[in-house]
């Protein structure tokens, strides 16, 4: 079958450091994604790996271990407008993308 | 600013009473996707349009269909909602398979 994992929720503080695991088995790969989704709006594109690695975009991260199926999002310096739900999503076939539950992410003053 | 737009933002029917949702795009993107999205829950893909191809998901119910007339505009039918049916539908578009990019969504609500 396929299955993406992420944590139900998470809380940080304000300038802190915060890791959003994912792990994920699909029948394809096209490529990982991470959104950011504010309640009762739309997701909104964070970041792309397709290759293992990191990639660095201002106070996101990403990184993608094909290998392992794992990728995380690394947010730094957090802002309390980080407060949101963070969706994986993996391509996993042609215009086909298996979207996770999303992590709750609660940023505290 | 090249955008991707959805009518109404909110939309109230009643149960068994056919509804039509909207979705433009400025991007010149050749996909067109719909999710439904639940509370707290992922999105679920629908169907999707490449160009004038039409897929469907195995499991979207025949409830659902859709409609693309252009390169710019997508429609999402549901011909008989049921209270199951409310949820939040997404609209997103990509040029080939590459990312994509959401509409902000109709919140669906059935009476």
């Known amino acids: 079958g396929q299955n993406i994992d992420q944590p139900t929720e998470m809380t940080a503080t304000e300038g802190a450091i915060v890791q959003i695991n994912c792990t994920y088995q699909?029948?394809?790969?096209?490529?990982l994604f991470w959104y950011q989704q504010h309640a009762g709006e739309a997701p909104t594109f964070l970041s792309y790996?397709?290759?293992?690695g990191l990639e660095e975009k201002g106070r996101f991260s990403s990184f993608l271990s094909r290998s392992k199926g794992y990728s995380y999002l690394l947010l730094k310096e957090l802002q309390m407008k980080d407060s949101a739900s963070y969706l994986c999503?993996?391509?996993?076939?042609?215009?086909?993308?298996?979207f996770g539950t999303g992590t709750r992410l609660k940023v505290l003053a | 600013d090249a955008m991707v737009i959805q009518n109404p933002r909110y939309q109230v029917t009643q149960f068994g009473k056919p509804v039509t949702l909207s979705c433009s795009q400025t991007?010149?993107?050749?996909?067109m996707y719909w999710y439904q999205q639940k509370s707290s829950q992922a999105p679920k893909l629908l169907f999707h349009?490449?160009?004038?191809?039409?897929?469907n998901e195995a499991d979207t119910p025949d409830n659902f269909q859709s409609r693309r007339p252009n390169t710019s505009f997508c429609f999402l039918d549901i011909r008989s909602p049921g209270l199951g049916d409310a949820a939040m539908y997404l609209c997103?578009?990509?040029?080939?398979?590459?990312?994509?990019?959401f509409g902000p969504g109709t919140r669906l609500t059935v009476l």
């Open positions: 997103a578009t990509s040029r080939e398979g590459h990312t994509q990019y």
């Open positions: 699909t029948s394809g790969f096209n490529g």
């Open positions: 790996n397709v290759l293992d």
């Open positions: 999503a993996v391509g996993s076939g042609t215009y086909k993308y298996i």
């Open positions: 991007l010149n993107h050749n996909v």
């Open positions: 349009y490449y160009d004038k191809d039409f897929n």
